[in-house]
């Protein structure tokens, strides 16, 4: 929805997921650009809800630019491009009549949930943490309405794990084959995408920055950087504990600061592939991630006192280089984290 900031006034709507019978909400980020799109310049806005597909508006009429699928979809064949209805499949329809239990993807923590994704205007890539993970829908044709519970109606026999050590394996391996994690590199205005890297634990949010890196930690701990361009991973250090949040940038005295919060948890994270690996990378008891000193950064191989070289990994080259743009803080990047 978008209002008038002064006055509060109606201006336009969009609805991603007309009737709603998923979970699919549209509560990830927004992201504002300005592109030019078949020879045009337009303001527009960016947006990879949990239904699977990635949306590009005119930010100044509400009106839909286009729309893709950036993970497996089957609750829906497209979006229609007249409308910017999504053309919902009859088996995804598990609520209409005598329907039967259906395997939707993407199941209810989406394509995308609540961690952050990013945006390069230079190289026009919006980067997104992305889960491929269906679920049975179906039905509970025992359901009653409880006050203060979580009534969503559908009968929850089809996700709920057994019990048995046995089988619990077997089934966790089955949900394993059919769900994976990734980091993706997003072209907007061709609406496909352009590279992938493969998680093995749930991603976290992601940063990127004007020297052409992608920052991003993940459920198995550890927090790396990434090329803007090809996704070729380029550092990675491991932070003792599993990292779901987004990292920020900032500097202090002409010097960059990447920093970010770890900590395993947030809505979706357990029905992730890899879920267990995070969960046994929970924050720990005498855990603790020492903090980047600009000489780690520049890679120099002597330790001090305060920054012991068995506590530091260099970080690329690139991310010391000075940069002209204030998104990017001149002569060395430092990474804390606490």
């Not at 980020?29 to 990635?54: C, Y």
């Not at 395997?103 to 190289?123: E, N």
């Not at 600009?294 to 940069?323: F, I, K, T, V, Y």
Request: proline share 8%; glycine share 10%.
């Amino acid at each position: 929805m978008a209002l008038r900031p002064d006055s509060g006034d109606y201006v336009w709507h969009f609805q991603t997921t007309p009737g709603d019978a998923w979970d699919y909400t549209a509560t990830q980020q927004i992201i504002l650009a300005d592109m030019n799109i078949a020879g045009k310049p337009r303001k527009v806005l960016m947006q990879a809800p949990k239904n699977g597909f990635f949306y590009l508006l005119d930010r100044v009429s509400g009106a839909l630019i286009s729309a893709k699928n950036y993970v497996p979809v089957s609750w829906a064949s497209q979006v229609d491009p007249a409308t910017g209805r999504p053309v919902v499949n009859a088996e995804a329809k598990y609520y209409e009549g005598q329907a039967q239990p259906a395997l939707i993807r993407p199941g209810p923590p989406g394509g995308h949930s609540w961690q952050s994704m990013a945006f390069d205007p230079k190289v026009r890539r919006v980067f997104i943490p992305v889960l491929d993970a269906p679920m049975v829908y179906a039905v509970d044709k025992t359901f009653e309405y409880k006050l203060g519970l979580w009534n969503t109606g559908i009968d929850i026999q089809y996700f709920n794990m057994p019990e048995e050590p046995d089988k619990l394996e077997e089934a966790l391996a089955q949900t394993a084959a059919l769900t994976a994690n990734a980091l993706i590199g997003w072209d907007p205005v061709e609406q496909k995408e352009i590279w992938r890297y493969k998680l093995e634990a749930p991603g976290g949010g992601v940063l990127a920055t004007a020297g052409g890196l992608v920052f991003q930690g993940n459920g198995a701990g550890e927090f790396a950087a990434y090329d803007t361009s090809t996704g070729r991973k380029l550092w990675s250090f491991d932070g003792q504990s599993a990292i779901s949040a987004a990292p920020i940038s900032f500097g202090v005295d002409g010097n960059q600061f990447i920093s970010v919060m770890a900590g395993f948890g947030g809505g979706g994270d357990h029905w992730r592939p890899g879920a267990r690996a995070s969960e046994a990378r929970q924050s720990q008891p005498g855990a603790h991630i020492p903090p980047w000193h600009e000489s780690a950064a520049a890679g120099d191989p002597a330790g001090s006192a305060a920054h012991p070289a068995g506590n530091r990994h260099p970080m690329p080259q690139r991310l010391s280089r000075s940069c002209r743009d204030a998104t990017c803080m001149p002569r060395a990047v430092r990474f804390a984290m606490d």
